[in-house]
C-alpha cells in the first residue's frame, strides 16, 4: 500500500476539479419533463405490516426455513443474506403470501399496496418495446394515451419519462429483449417508481447492475418512506439501506441482526459469516476465543477496527476499479452534448468515488499506523 498520501493529494485534487467542472456546466444542463426521481410510498401502511409466526418450509423433504419469525413494522428495512440457493427468495415468497408455509402464520397488516423488483425481472414482458411495457400494463394506470403514461398521479410523455432512466428517444419502440441487465433494471424501476407503493420487496435488484443504476436506486431508497424487503450480495449496498440483517445459516436456520452486512459482520464477533449449507459449524472452544481475542489485543486493534482494516485493500481496489470505468466514460468528449444526464451522474458518482477512495485510504493509513504502534 505504498504511495498511499501522494494518491490522497493527487483524489482530492481531482475531487476538486470535477466539482468545479460539474459546477460551470450545471447551468448547461436542461431536462424537459424531468420526473421527481423517488417512490411515492402512497397511503400510509398500518404500523405493523407483517407478522410471521414459527414458519417453516421443506421442498422434496429439504428443509429450507425453520420456525421463522419476524413482526415487520413500517419504515423498516430488512434485508436477507447468505449463499446462492438456501431459501432467501422463497422466504420472501412467504412474507408476501404468495406461497404459503408448511407451519406457522403469516399476516399482514393494513393498507399495504406492495411493488416488486423480481428476481427474474418477470415484471417486464421481454418481446415487448419499452414503451408497450410502460402504456399497455394495466397496473400502470395509463390515462388511456397510446404515448402517456401515469406517474404517480400525472399523465406523463412516454419517451420524456424513459429519458429520466438514461433511455434515448431511440431505444422507447425496441423490445426488452435487447437490453442489457442494467437497461432492464432501470425499465423496472421506472415501472415500480411509477405508481404508489408503501412496501418494497427488492429481489437481487444490484445484479448486473451498471454505476448509473446502482446509484439511482440508491437515491431512490434514500427518499422512501416505505418499507423495504431485500436480497442483494453487494455488501455496501446492503449497509447503506438495511435497518436489519437476516443471516441464513444453512439447514432452515436464521439469524437477525441489527444494521447492515458491516454490523451483522461485527455482532457475530469472530465466528464466520456463512456456516456451511450441508453442516453445522462447530463453535470455537472457550480457549480458541480467548487466543483469538488475545491476537486482537497485541495488533493494538479492536476486533471490529482488525476486520475493516483486512478490509480496507479490497474496498479500495474496487472503488479504484470503479473510478477508472468512470473516468473512461467521461473521456469521451461528445458524451456532455450527447447524453448530458449521463454526464450529470457519472460526474457525480465519479466525485463521490473519489471522496469515499480518498476516506478509505485514511482509515487504512490510520489503522496501520495504530498496529505499527503496538508492535
Known amino acids: 500500500m505504498e504511495g498511499i498520501s501522494a ?9 476538486r476539479a470535477l466539482q468545479a467542472m460539474k459546477a460551470e456546466r450545471a447551468a448547461q444542463i436542461r431536462r424537459q ?21 414459527g414458519i417453516s418450509k421443506a421442498y422434496d423433504g429439504n428443509l429450507i426455513i425453520k420456525d421463522f419469525s419476524l413482526t415487520l413494522r413500517r419504515k423498516d428495512r430488512v434485508a436477507f443474506v447468505g449463499p446462492n440457493g438456501v431459501g432467501k427468495t422463497t422466504l420472501l415468497r412467504l412474507l408476501m403470501a404468495s406461497e404459503a408455509p408448511d407451519r406457522g402464520t403469516v399476516v399482514h397488516g393494513t393498507n399495504l ?22 402504456t399497455r400494463d394495466p397496473q400502470m394506470g395509463v390515462s388511456g394515451r397510446s404515448d402517456q403514461v401515469m406517474v404517480r398521479g400525472a399523465p ?7 429519458k429520466d432512466f438514461l433511455f434515448d428517444e431511440a431505444q422507447a419502440r425496441a423490445k426488452v429483449s435487447s437490453l442489457s441487465g442494467g437497461e432492464k433494471a432501470r425499465l423496472l424501476l421506472a415501472k415500480l417508481m411509477a405508481r404508489a407503493s408503501n412496501l418494497l420487496v427488492l429481489d437481487e435488484p444490484t445484479n448486473d447492475l451498471d454505476i448509473e443504476s446502482l446509484d439511482l436506486l440508491q437515491d431512490v431508497l434514500d427518499g422512501y418512506d416505505g418499507t423495504v424487503l431485500l436480497i442483494s450480495h453487494d455488501r455496501d449496498f446492503l449497509d447503506r439501506v438495511a435497518t436489519s440483517t437476516v443471516l ?30 450441508e453442516t453445522e ?13 488475545l491476537k486482537s ?17 479490497a474496498e479500495m481496489e474496487r472503488l479504484e476499479a470503479e473510478i477508472g470505468k468512470l473516468e473512461e466514460l467521461l473521456s469521451d468528449p461528445e458524451l456532455f452534448t450527447r447524453e448530458p444526464v449521463k454526464f450529470e451522474k457519472a460526474t457525480t458518482a465519479l466525485v463521490e468515488r473519489q471522496e469515499k477512495l480518498s476516506a478509505a485510504e485514511e482509515d487504512w493509513l490510520m489503522l496501520a499506523e ?3 504502534a503496538a508492535s
Do not use: C
Open 281 to 293: 459449524k462447530p463453535r470455537k472452544s472457550p480457549r480458541k476465543e480467548a487466543q483469538s481475542e
Open 113 to 134: 399496496e406492495p411493488a416488486v423488483f423480481d428476481q427474474g425481472r418477470e415484471g417486464l414482458n421481454p418481446e415487448m418495446s419499452l414503451w408497450d411495457n410502460l
Open 297 to 313: 489485543q497485541k495488533s493494538g486493534l479492536s476486533f471490529s477496527e482488525k476486520h475493516r482494516f483486512d478490509r480496507l485493500p
Open 7 to 15: 494518491r490522497r493529494k493527487r483524489n482530492q485534487g481531482r475531487v
Open 33 to 53: 419533463g424531468t420526473a421527481d426521481l423517488q417512490l411515492d410510498s402512497g397511503e400510509q401502511s398500518g404500523r405493523k405490516v407483517i407478522e410471521a409466526k
Open 248 to 277: 441464513f445459516e444453512g439447514q432452515g436456520r436464521t439469524t437477525l441482526y441489527a444494521g447492515g452486512w458491516s454490523d451483522m459482520v461485527a455482532q457475530r464477533g469472530n465466528t464466520g459469516v456463512f456456516a456451511a449449507p
Open 370 to 372: 495504530k498496529s505499527e
Open 156 to 162: 406523463r410523455h412516454v419517451v420524456g419519462y424513459l
